[in-house]
């Protein structure tokens, strides 16, 4: 038996509207007619021997591989599972899971691609086939002690 990964995702789209009534404006979100909502659900396999997770407080100004990423003044990162160096990675989890101070962001890449810009309490799976080196990270301040902390969670699967 082969171990799956199942990613589940949905999205919704929603509009701002605005429409004018008896002379009165009103301001509404609506969903959008024509694209509407879905979701979906994406099995595949993974090694469960070449699976890292890591939670740390991020350090990183600049866009650096994930796994390299700085780690903030002193703070410990917890690092789990294998060494897959070179793997092709077929999922890639990001959370952006808490800050200290407020109005931080994380970006995640992929080569040149920007995959997201996450605010506190987002999150964001990528199911890909790419090199392990070839996923990047960034935040958008550095680590100050208990003034800038940006806490996060990453996941890579591979085969």
């Known amino acids: 038996m082969a171990n ?76 789990t599972g294998g060494g897959y160096t070179g793997a092709t990675v077929n999922m890639f989890y990001l959370s952006f899971d808490s800050e200290v101070g407020s109005g931080k962001t994380v970006t995640v890449y992929t080569n040149d691609v920007t995959n997201g810009i996450l605010t506190v309490g987002q999150s964001i799976i990528i199911p890909l086939v790419i090199d392990s080196d070839e996923i990047y990270i960034k935040g958008s301040e550095a680590y100050t002690a208990d003034v800038s902390e940006i806490h996060i969670t990453m996941i890579a699967t591979a085969n």
């Not at 002379?23 to 021997?49: C, E, H, L, M, V």
């Open 4 to 79: 799956n990964i199942i990613i589940s995702s949905s999205f919704e789209t929603v509009m701002d509207v605005t429409q004018t009534l008896g002379g009165k404006a009103y301001n509404f979100k609506a969903r959008d007619q024509i694209i509407g909502a879905s979701s979906g659900k994406f099995t595949n396999t993974y090694n469960a021997a070449k699976t890292k997770k890591i939670v740390m407080v991020l350090n990183d100004t600049t866009k650096d591989e994930w796994e390299e990423a700085g780690v903030g003044g002193g703070q410990s990162t917890v690092t």
